[in-house]
């Protein structure tokens, strides 16, 4: 069964940097047919899209909140997506999920319909 598996949260002072990564060693050679993203869902918050990478990675998108400050790459080799993060702010205390789509990206991939397999998130915590 295919799986994404996320790893690398941990608790960082502000304005560090941090970089997640999203394993999909199951995915094998189909990983390049899965577009991919990562989700953050804060205490009492909804889940929101933050980055998401199309299937070689030629499209990227971002929300506009994090964009200057969020960049996702992948490995399709690895079967892995990374997102670095700098400048880190309190804000970005959440916990950050990976997906993954076997469709193109959407205008509407922050809101996650998109994504079909989904991991179960690694812990960011952001201290001023």
């Known amino acids: 069964q295919r799986q994404v598996v996320e790893s690398g949260g941990d608790s960082v002072q502000a304005g560090g940097s941090l970089r997640l990564t999203c394993s999909a060693p199951q995915f094998d050679f189909a990983f390049a047919n899965y577009c991919m993203g990562w989700f953050l869902q804060a205490p009492r918050n909804e889940r929101e899209g933050v980055a998401s990478?199309?299937?070689?990675?030629?499209?990227?998108f971002y929300a506009d909140s994090v964009k200057d400050r969020y960049t996702i790459t992948r490995d399709n080799e690895l079967r892995t997506v990374y997102l670095q993060i700098d400048n880190m702010k309190p804000e970005d205390t959440a916990k950050y999920y990976c997906a993954a789509s076997n469709g193109p990206l959407t205008s509407g991939w922050e809101d996650g319909a998109d994504f079909k397999y989904w991991g179960q998130g690694t812990q960011v915590t952001v201290s001023s």
């Open positions: 990478i199309s299937f070689l990675g030629g499209t990227i």
